[in-house]
């Protein structure tokens, strides 16, 4: 379970094991793509199998966004907390 609060994600159900393996082959195809490749391929397990996605540098915001996924899921990079807000009656 993450550090980070109630396992609610999409990810939620999937191995840690699992979750370092694709974590890993994003970060790894992001940076091909960040130093210029064209093309990447990352694969990653969901609960119905594996599952393998190709990505280009026009979508390497999507990668980015799958990275920070799984970095949340598994407890690496919390989400900020809202700041406190005060209600007078």
Do not use: H, W
């Amino acid at each position: 379970m993450s550090r980070c609060g109630p396992n609610s994600s999409l990810l939620a159900g999937i191995s840690r094991e699992s979750l370092q393996v694709s974590l890993q082959n994003a970060q790894q195809a992001y940076l091909q793509l960040s130093m210029g490749g064209k093309v990447e391929t990352a694969t990653y397990t969901q609960g119905d199998g594996s599952k393998s996605i190709t990505y280009t540098r026009a979508n390497i915001a999507q990668l980015a966004n799958i990275i920070l996924m799984l970095q949340k899921q598994l407890g690496i990079v919390c989400q900020a907390r809202r700041p406190l807000t005060f209600r007078f009656k």
